[in-house]
């Protein structure tokens, strides 16, 4: 936008309000050298922008103006704290029509697969920030993470809250490079949690710039396995709505540099689901044996996002695969084992994996066994507050309706219902 249409739009805000305004070129030429509107002028300025009034916080200027079009940061030396900037802005949840398009996302990552670790720029003024202060964020942060499953459902501010202290430490504070780089690892781990949070409550734009914020403190920090698991879950994503496209572009990318078996294994494992939901058999079972060979040359020394992949899901996501291939029979084991397997810790992931276990069920027209798994799934899911596998659930009803009399399916969809 010109500074002629800004001015223009300034002026036609204030007229719909029955006031007027004496903003000018010289005005905004100020504003632009870093004088700052009073808050009638900004409510004005984020309307001339398209922008609903409530998005404007005066006391924060300009950090509350969205900084993209299409809510992508471009990675850079400069980009981490502007992309967590973008990320706690948009959950806000001011522009929640707002999305982010498959091009962008695969653009971002194709730029991340090729591009050079941004060096870190380091503050140069600001309060010194001590290691003591640093440390403590990272073992409280540490802590949340550890909690039980049926615990983290509280946690959100509190993780909301740590980001943003590591955001304005990042942006504000002066700090060793050996200080800054456990921030940006920090920022790093904390926009993911966050993500995932979002993501399971289905704020997908949300979740989206928190894992697009913690890509680019991932890049600051030179951690390519982390960058790459950043990618893999906006892949994850992007195939949970059906982009599958999308997801397999994304988790190629993410390939190209990720280095740890264990980080390879998942990301094969969601290449391969992916694949599985675009039929390309022979595809999905190079990504399978490659996903089963990296896990078994897995050893204790796993990145922290990912330590947790283990036979039981290898098991299941063979399992959805080869069920989304038509196989169904073997898929059916496959999932039973991997859902034995789960240790009690991951009771999400536990909720997800019997939703897929009633599928399969019903894709071998065994309704009764069928509605255990399912009825098992939401009772968990609203336990732990996991809307996701509620979705899930939900997503099997109507298949349900056939067997309306069979044992189980009426109590499953009154317990829907309720």
Known sequence: MTQVALVAGVQAAARRRGMRSGTDKA???????GVEPNEESQIYIAEALGLPPDIVRADDWPNWLPLTADGVVPLGPHSSVPALREALRTAMERRTLFTISGAALTALAADWALGPTGALARARDGKPIGEELVAFLETSTRRLASLATEQRQHTAVLLDAHLSTATDLLSRGRHTPATELRLHTLAASLSQTVAWHRFDLGHHTHASQYWIAGLHNAHAAGDHDMGAGLLGDLAYQAAWRNDHATAADILNHALARAQNPAARCLLQLRLARTLAARN?????????????KHLSDAGTDRPAWCAWVSDADLAVDSGQALLDLG?????????TEGERLLPTARDKTRGVFLAYRAASYLDLKEPEPAAAAATQSLL???RIGAPRCVALVDGLLPRFQPYARARGVPELLQLAAA
């Open 327 to 335: 196989d169904t029979g073997r898929a059916h084991q496959l999932i």
């Open 27 to 33: 005005r905004v030429r100020k504003w632009e050298r």
């Open 380 to 382: 968990l899911a609203r």
């Open 280 to 292: 390309d058999r022979r595809a999905v079972l190079r990504a399978l044996a490659a996903a089963e």
